[in-house]
């Protein structure tokens, strides 16, 4: 199994600033995610709000691969892709807020963000639309003649949309450097994987239309990185699309308003007890002498400050403009 | 410092909830993320967690309380061996509601008068030369592909095979297979990757079988597409192209028959365009490959070998949002575009001969559209009708009805009247076919209505 490999691979390698720069931005993502999930119970967040709140290792891990100018584009379950390439929490939380600070000046949302500048295409809300998105990325990139690859992140719900397929046979057919990454949180909204997927192991999809790919353990952000360098790599070198699967976990609700009801509680907990992604990296910091106890408190609280501020920012930031309704319909 | 935990709004529609059951007691510590009650919402019950860590120093609300409005402060958390009788800092509270947006006008403003851009498409003294609706295309779209790299060409048969209806023929060879693209079957992940290619730098031209196949796309046409502007704050938009045949052609029956232009026409962030003769279909072709959102070119398989005047010059563009007036005369007024207007002119050619002139406009493009042309000719004749391929219900014609009825209601001598397909889907008989379509008599039949002869 890649899985396996690239676990006993790994830990000699890793430098004690890169596990402390991945605990960083995962914890960012965490401490982001519940204070959204506060200004939600709150109301100063309205509608739909998906947190990512367990799958930290996924974009952090891949995002590590990842090279200047390379392209992502994910569903609505966004705000850590956002924070892990690099955009600005304070921008991030206040289009949560909708407010006029907001990365699409309020006017997208929760699930509805970009960022040219970072090579973010979204933040989509039809559920399987980024993929042949992701796809058109990497179309433009190979008509370019650019190296860039592209990152399509997708659920194990999506994974049963008909036009991944389509997207499948195309990119394969016209060898588009494309990863795309099935992010298996193990539940489509509230309905597990099992009860909307004959195959167990989605990657093994791919295999029909040519595309190489493997499972991965979501949750060990060492192991997503080393999977990741190695479909960048195979991108890169114009070999086609890759598949990783990225077996993960959402501790939280599809949404916000998810009772939750198809899964126990005992099963969360367990998931959080024995794999959390960040209590790993905790511990291989601790236990490997990378960091000391005080290091990593004095991370919490630049984190801790980085989220409050973002929360005050996007609470502060006033609501657009009522001539904003009118703006960006049309391009020039 | 002791904090206040409020009633969290848990859906997008609550405003109350009944707090059901405590899971922690007084006294108890909590860390992040440990669910301490549970709160029935209007939708279902729900695990509340604990954001901070500390101590439960007052449980403010007691359990299986009703009613409990969001915001509403229902215990205290601070840390161990904290004072907590004292009231425990004031937390956040939520926004004010926006400012409401003035109150319109009590006085309706007098509807504007009508600006009308009479002026030329081309020079006066351009030499023309007669081409069909099909090369008219496939030259404007060579001709964009000359002028810019970022263009290309993707769709079924596009490339080898020329396509399907020939209006690609030649360009494969000249652009070869980089920019001129064959796809497989599959217009939902092609329209896609298209999009996807559109908000990288490209500007594709996706050509649809017909756009009756482009309903497997219209998801990316329409939330990709259209709309991803306006959701990015103006960061990233899709320049390009959707265009193929569209309405119906002939005895192909109901699933390769019908007109998709008021549909598209009702989408803010799309323009459209559906020309009638082979000089609009060249100049309106290359502005939409040079415009910098998704345009909707509807073509018309009967029209692509009708053959008209086109300007031989280097460089033909017309700009949308600018009608055309075919013929003119002062006893009606005939709305179309597209195919309609083989009905609308045929008709103005009959009436004639019965001495009622009329002014035959033919909007070119469906959004944006040249209201100004119509209310300035309404207002002229004071009698008008609109003829429109597809179906009668939520049409493009019903939409101009209401405009001219706003803007020159007092001009109206007679009702405007909607010349639409029937109701019904398209069938395969010929005699149905030809029942089911609007046709040249029932717009004089029309006319002679509003003009009471």
């Known amino acids: 199994m890649a899985t396996k490999s690239a676990k006993s691979a790994k830990k000699p390698n890793v430098s004690s600033e890169e596990l402390m720069e991945h605990y960083r931005q995962m914890l960012l993502i965490r401490r982001f995610e519940e204070k959204a999930g506060q200004l939600y119970g ?21 995002e590590a691969a990842a090279d200047e100018g390379d392209k992502r584009v994910t569903s609505y379950r966004d705000h850590g892709h956002m924070l892990a390439c690099g955009m600005d929490p304070n921008g991030v939380m206040a289009e949560l807020t909708g407010r006029e600070g907001g990365y699409s000046k309020g006017k997208g949302g929760s699930m509805h963000m970009f960022s040219k500048e970072k090579h973010f295409y979204g933040g989509h809300g039809i559920v399987g639309a980024q993929v042949p998105i992701g796809a058109g990325l990497a ?8 190296d860039r690859v592209s990152f399509a992140y997708f659920g194990d719900g999506a994974a049963n949309q008909g036009q991944v397929y389509e997207t499948f046979n195309m990119a394969s057919l016209w060898e588009l450097p494309v990863i795309f990454v099935i992010e298996n949180n193990q539940y489509a909204m509230g309905t597990s994987v099992q009860r909307a997927s004959k195959t167990p192991d989605i990657y093994t999809r791919g295999l029909g239309f040519g595309i190489p790919g493997e499972a991965v353990d979501g949750m060990d952000v060492l192991a997503v990185k080393a999977a990741g360098e190695k479909a960048v790599a195979h991108c890169r070198a114009g070999k086609g699309p890759y598949i990783l699967e990225m ?86 | 410092m002791a904090t206040e935990i409020l009633m969290p709004a848990l859906s997008p529609t609550m405003e109350e909830g009944t707090l059901a059951k405590w899971l922690v007691k007084e006294g108890d510590t909590v860390a992040s993320g440990d669910i301490i009650a549970e709160i029935e919402t209007d939708k279902a019950t ?92 496939r030259d404007a779209m060579a001709e964009e592909m000359r002028r810019d790299d970022t263009v290309y060409l993707m769709g079924e048969e596009v490339a080898e095979y020329q396509g399907a209806y020939k209006v690609s023929q030649g360009m494969l060879d000249e652009f070869g297979a980089r920019r001129v693209i064959d796809t497989p079957i599959t217009e939902h992940g092609f329209a896609g ?29 329409i939330n990709s597409a259209a709309k991803t502007l306006y959701m990015s704050g103006g960061q990233m938009g899709a320049p390009m192209v959707f265009r193929g045949p569209n309405g119906a052609a002939a005895r192909v029956g ?20 559906m020309p009638y003769s082979a000089a609009d279909a060249k ?68 009436l004639a001969e019965e001495g009622i002139e009329c002014d ?16 300035a000719s309404v207002q002229k004749t004071n009698r008008c009708v609109i003829v429109e391929e597809g179906f009668p219900v939520g049409s493009l014609a019903n939409h101009m009805a209401s405009a001219i009825m706003e803007r020159a209601f007092d001009y109206l001598d007679a009702p405007v009247l909607s010349l639409t397909g029937k109701d019904v889907p398209m069938p395969y008989a010929a005699n149905l076919e030809k029942f089911a379509l609007i046709t040249t008599d029932e717009v004089v039949a029309g006319v002679k209505q509003i003009a009471y002869r």
């Open chain 1, 139 to 146: 179309f433009a990139d190979k008509y370019l003649g650019n």
């Open chain 2, 46 to 137: 729900m695990e509340f967690e604990a954001i901070d860590e500390g101590v439960v120093g007052k449980l403010l609300i007691a359990e299986g309380t009703e009613g409990v409005k969001v915001n509403t402060p229902i215990a205290i958390i601070g840390e161990a061996g904290e004072d907590m009788s004292a009231p425990a800092e004031p937390a956040a509270t939520a926004p004010a509601a926006a400012e409401a947006p003035a109150a319109a006008p009590a006085t309706a403003a007098a509807p504007a008068a009508p600006v009308v851009d009479s002026s030329p498409d081309y020079p006066e003294g351009t030499p023309m030369k007669t081409q069909t609706v099909r090369e008219a295309i």
């Open chain 1, 247 to 332: 077996k993960t976990y959402r501790y939280r609700g599809h949404s916000m308003s998810d009772p939750a009801k198809y899964r126990t509680r005992d099963e969360v907990q367990k998931m959080r007890e024995e794999r959390d992604c960040i209590e790993q990296v905790r511990d291989m910091l601790l236990t490997g002498r990378h960091a000391s106890e005080d290091e990593l408190k004095a991370i919490d609280k630049d984190i801790k400050a980085i989220v409050n501020e973002s929360a005050e920012f996007a609470k502060t930031s006033p609501e657009p403009a009522l001539d904003e309704l009118w703006t960006d319909i049309y391009a020039d």
């Open chain 1, 42 to 62: 709150m109301g100063l967040i309205g509608g739909f709000c998906h947190l990512y709140i367990g799958q930290e290792a996924v974009v952090v891990g891949l």
């Open chain 2, 254 to 273: 109901a699933q390769h028959s019908q007109d998709y232009a008021a549909w598209y026409a009702s989408i803010p962030g799309l323009k459209v365009v």
């Open chain 2, 360 to 375: 035959v406009i033919d909007l070119r493009t469906l959004r944006p559209i040249d209201y100004d042309a119509v209310i």
């Open chain 2, 193 to 221: 990757i298209a999009t996807g290619s559109s908000f990288a730098g490209l500007r594709p031209i996706v050509e649809f079988m017909t756009f009756n196949f482009a309903m497997q796309a219209i998801d990316h046409i």
């Open chain 2, 283 to 350: 100049g309106l072709m290359k502005t939409a490959i040079r415009d910098n959102n998704p345009v909707i070119f509807l073509e018309n398989e009967i029209l692509y070998g009708k053959s008209s005047e086109v300007p031989d010059m280097d460089d033909f563009t017309i700009p949308f949002g600018k009608a055309r007036t075919w013929r003119t005369g002062s006893d009606a007024t005939i709305v179309s575009w597209g195919i309609g207007m083989t009905y609308a002119l045929e008709a103005a050619e009959k």
